[in-house]
């Protein structure tokens, strides 16, 4: 079981860029698939972005297609979300978490969220 932790957040405007990353300690990372999740104020979590296990296949939600870029690293246990062209529709807390890479969704959704990791888009 691995545990997460994520970073990178903070304020941008509109139009602009940040990279979000996860670093995950614990045994097996490089056996899961890997997702980006978020929470609009509000709103329901929704599935961004997923990665699978070895990082060769990616899927992204419609929204934010395009303009969001998830990696991996499995010899640093970590994963990023490079963000571009922010939207103000894109502040949400964002979480990362294991995942099941064709329903794009978390792999063990009984499980808490992590802290998460805040992104503020002004207008």
């Known amino acids: 079981q691995v545990q997460l932790e994520e970073s990178g957040g903070g304020l941008v405007q509109a139009g602009g860029s940040l990279r979000l990353s996860c670093v995950a300690t614990g045994r097996g990372f490089s056996n899961y698939a890997m997702g980006w999740f978020r929470q609009a104020p509000g709103k329901e979590h929704e599935f961004v972005a997923v990665?699978?296990?070895?990082?060769?296949?990616?899927y992204y939600a419609d929204s934010v297609k395009g303009r969001f870029t998830i990696s991996r690293d499995n010899a640093k246990n970590t994963v990023s979300l490079q963000m571009n062209s922010l939207k103000p529709e894109d502040t949400a807390v964002y979480y990362c978490d294991t995942a099941q890479y064709y329903s794009h969704s978390r792999l063990r959704p009984e499980t808490p969220w992590g802290q998460g990791t805040q992104v503020t888009v002004s207008s």
């Open positions: 990665i699978s296990a070895s990082g060769r296949n990616t």
